[in-house]
T-cell receptor, first 112, second 114 residues
Framework: AQRVTQPEKLLSVFKGAPVELKCNYSYSGSPELFWYVQYSRQRLQLLLRHISRESIKGFTADLNKGETSFHLKKPFAQEEDSAMYYCALSGGSGAGSYQLTFGKGTKLSVIP | SAVISQKPSRDICQRGTSLTIQCQVDSQVTMMFWYRQQPGQSLTLIATANQGSEATYESGFVIDKFPISRPNLTFSTLTVSNMSPEDSSIYLC???????????FGSGTQLSVL
């Protein structure tokens, strides 16, 4: 069974401080990991995926297979980063590879 | 990319009634999914809506309770049948384009059952 754990329900940081949103996963195969973000009154949208190895809005996330983690990081938090962040995992083959298992989410609050 | 329109955005329903949620995509998509997000919980996949065949349900979800239609490559509906207060939740439609890497989401339907 696949599982995604986000240990923090709420994370508050000051503007300009570094941010790390934690995500750990459980999956027996080779997973594909994602971070989704939901800003206030907006729909859920993809922030980044580990395969792309890209930085979006200053955020990066590295897949650590040894620690089964995919933590989301940003060196300097901005007020507009305040949102709900979900870590998600896609595994399996065929149609199953398109299905996502989500963590419970972490609400990031950036204090001005 | 794909833009997904989902309606209604919210509804308050009486116990024992049914509600049908519609999901319209602005382009043809191979795969559509329905998720549920209960208060304080994560998003849970209900089923995969397959065009031209029956939906594939995840463990804990059955067709009699959550019948799904997928008449074409741009549209799907999810019905929440014989509702009870435990069905109060946000229901989300999502779609993934053929060969696409992104999963797009509708804006969600907030359902409250009295």
């Amino acid at each position: 069974a696949q599982r995604v754990t986000q240990p923090e329900k709420l994370l508050s940081v000051f503007k300009g401080a570094p941010v790390e949103l934690k995500c750990n996963y459980s999956y027996s195969g080779s997973p594909e990991l994602f971070w989704y973000v939901q800003y206030s009154r907006q729909r859920l949208q993809l922030l980044l995926r580990h395969i792309s190895r890209e930085s979006i809005k200053g955020f990066t996330a590295d897949l650590n297979k040894g620690e089964t983690s995919f933590h989301l990081k940003k060196p300097f938090a901005q007020e507009e980063d305040s949102a709900m962040y979900y870590c998600a995992l896609s595994g399996g083959s065929g149609a199953g590879s398109y299905q996502l298992t989500f963590g419970k989410g972490t609400k990031l609050s950036v204090i001005p | 990319s794909a833009v997904i329109s989902q309606k209604p955005s919210r509804d308050i329903c009486q116990r024992g009634t049914s509600l049908t949620i519609q999901c319209q995509v602005d382009s043809q998509v191979t795969m559509m999914f329905w998720y549920r997000q209960q208060p304080g919980q994560s998003l849970t996949l209900i089923a995969t809506a397959n065009q031209g065949s029956e939906a594939t349900y995840e463990s804990g979800f059955v067709i009699d309770k959550f019948p799904i239609s997928r008449p074409n490559l741009t549209f799907s509906t999810l019905t929440v049948s014989n509702m009870s207060p435990e069905d109060s939740s946000i229901y989300l439609c999502s779609a993934r384009t053929g060969g696409g890497e992104k999963l797009f989401f509708g804006s969600g339907t907030q359902l409250s059952v009295l």
